[in-house]
Each structure stands twice: as C-alpha cells, then as structure tokens.
C-alpha cells in the first residue's frame, strides 16, 4: 500500500495587477489548486470577484509545514506580520489580521438587514460549559472592563435618562418569572440595594447643600 505525502503548506495567491494578495494554508497543495486553478470560484468574494472581472493571478507556497496545526499557526503569523509591516489594506483576507482582532468593529456601521440576519444566526444558540466558564473567569474581580476605575460611570452616564421599552420591559419580566434565588443570593442583593440607596441618599444631600 503506497503512502501519499501530504503538502502542508502556507501559500500567498497574487494579484498581478493590483498585487493584492491572500495568505492561506493548505493539508494538500497540489489537490487544492492543481496546475491551472478556477479563480472565479475561489471562497474569499473580493478575489474572486477581481477574478471575474478578469484579473489575474499567480500563486506559491511561502512555507512549508510538518502539521496542519502548524500551517495554521503560521498563516495567522504570515497575516500578521504583513499587518504589522503596513501590508493590511493589500490582503484580501484582512478579516484574519491581528489589527481587527485589537480594533473590533470600532466605527462600523452595520446595515438594519446585516443586524437582523446576524441576531438570526445567534438566536437559540446557548455557550457550552466550558465557555461559559471561561466567560466566567475572564469577568472575575479587577478583569471585568466594567469594574476599571471610571468605566462604571461612564456606562451610567450613558444609560442614564433611557427607557426601556414596553416589550423589553414584559421580556425581562418573563426571564425572572418563576427564578428562585438562593439565600445567599438574596443576602448579596439586600447588601448591594442597601449601598446603592445609601450612596444616592448621600448624592442627594450633597446636592442640597
């Protein structure tokens, strides 16, 4: 029985006009692009639509690696690095870069039709046990952003002065009903409603005089 060695690699695919490019990473090489490679059916929709509108394209392994867990690795390396060198507006894939992972969505603006279909796709979908703890973890003490010397206030002072609607106001009350809370539950929040009133208490008085 003959063995067939795997080509693990990390490639780049090259626009020769514009010298955008694309950074992937591949278990077989030569099964995935062959010798003459369909562009305009490639998975990322700003190369392939550059190929349709008949651009053209040259393609090559940058690395070779001896696991696909590697590759992996390599190829988030090879993105960064071309981030980090002033390359990010040249890769198609920009969606993968380390720049979008420390910039979020900051300054995005998603369309009404976006924002529905992506609340579509998250609705009914519940974290597994180890998310959920490592969600956990991650909120605990002085890690949770809320609780950085004043970020509070300023999540009050933007909240203050709305209301909520009617219908968030009748879901909020369905999700409560029929909860119980442990005691040592009711104990917390009969200790943090005591702080609360006596801070705004003391807010009013200071008001006053």
Known sequence: MSVIKLSIVVYQIVNERTHKFYIGSAK??????????????????DLKQDALCGDKFIYCKIQECSS???????????????????????????????WRWRCGTT???????????????????????????????????????AKLPGVGAKISLAKKGKKQS???REKRRILQTGKKRSPETRAKLSVHMINVWAKRKKDRESENT
């Not at 690095?81 to 380390?98: D, H």
């Not at 924002?115 to 890690?143: P, Q, V």
């Open 28 to 45: 077989n090489f030569e099964k995935r692009y062959g010798s003459n490679p369909d562009w305009t059916k490639h998975h990322n929709t």
């Open 166 to 168: 009617q219908e968030t």
């Open 107 to 145: 300054g995005m603006k998603f369309s009404k039709e976006t924002c529905e279909k992506m609340r579509a796709s998250r609705t009914g979908k519940k974290h597994t046990e180890a998310t959920i703890l490592k969600l956990r973890i991650a909120n605990m003490g002085d890690k949770n952003p």
């Open 68 to 98: 696909l867990a590697e590759a992996l690795y390599m190829e988030q390396w090879w993105l960064d690095f071309y981030v980090m060198n002033n390359l990010f507006k040249c890769l198609y894939n920009r969606n993968r870069c380390v």
